[in-house]
């Protein structure tokens, strides 16, 4: 199986901050027939169920605010909220689809400072 | 817009069996596979595997076969999570998820069913 491994667990980041959570999978998970990485992000929020904000490793979902950025390729990927805002505080989950089963990373959990 | 719709909650005891659904609308849905999640209280997401809608076959995550069962009612665009001799261990919320086109990330994912098992 593939291991996802998220960092931090927590964070604290002060409102109008830049936020910057990492994942890392134990495998690569770049598909080298498309050149893409299948790896995509989450956020849920208390009490809601997850919501798709990007995959591909970079593509934002329809609807998403431009403050949410991911990048990285292979087997190390970064999420960045460019300037945090009150609604961002959520559990913040990355998952690759390169290969069943289907792995999440734990979490990392996103307050404000 | 696409929407997937959950049974509520249940309350079973163990050894007891629970059937969770898990509605579609607004799409085709023998285009898009099914996925189900299993988030247990305080913890991350769990994926428990995924059900071809167009095929109906499933493919279960390690530690999800034998007491686990994914089918459909393509008739009304319906998915089901089929959990027999309930354990204490499977209490959790359980989300069921709509695949992308061709890939599986997931796009729209359901408000979840809490199932909670208790003597």
């Known amino acids: 199986d593939i291991v996802v491994t998220q960092s931090p667990d927590s964070l604290a980041v002060s409102l109008g901050e830049r936020a910057t959570i990492s994942c890392k999978s134990s495998?690569?998970?770049?598909?080298?027939?498309?050149?893409?990485?299948?790896l995509a992000w989450y956020q849920q929020k208390p009490g809601q169920p997850p919501k798709l904000l990007i995959y591909?490793?970079?593509t934002r979902e329809s609807g998403v605010p431009d403050r949410f950025s991911g990048s990285g390729s292979g087997t190390d990927f970064t999420l960045t909220i460019g300037s945090l805002q009150a609604e961002d505080v959520a559990v913040y989950y990355c998952?690759?689809?390169?290969?069943?089963?289907?792995?999440f990373g734990q979490g990392t959990k996103l307050e404000i400072k | 817009q696409v929407q997937l719709v959950q049974s509520g909650s249940e309350l079973k005891k163990p050894g007891a069996s629970v059937k969770v659904s898990c509605k579609a609308s607004?799409?085709?849905?023998?285009?898009?596979?099914i996925n189900w999640v299993r988030q247990a209280p305080g913890q991350g997401l769990e994926w428990m595997g995924v059900?071809?809608?167009?095929?109906?076959?499933?493919i279960y995550a390690q530690g999800f076969t034998g007491r686990f069962v994914f089918s459909l009612d393509t008739s009304v665009t319906t998915a089901y999570l089929q959990i027999s001799d309930l354990k204490t261990e499977d209490t959790a919320l359980y989300y069921c998820?709509?695949?992308?086109?061709?890939?599986?990330?997931?796009?729209?994912w359901g408000q979840g069913t809490l199932v909670t098992v208790s003597s």
């Open positions: 998820a709509k695949a992308a086109p061709s890939y599986n990330y997931f796009d729209n």
């Open positions: 607004g799409y085709t849905f023998t285009n898009f596979a």
């Open positions: 495998q690569s998970v770049l598909y080298s027939s498309n050149n893409k990485n299948y």
């Open positions: 591909w490793a970079s």
């Open positions: 059900i071809n809608t167009n095929t109906g076959r499933p």
């Open positions: 998952q690759q689809y390169y290969r069943t089963p289907y792995t």
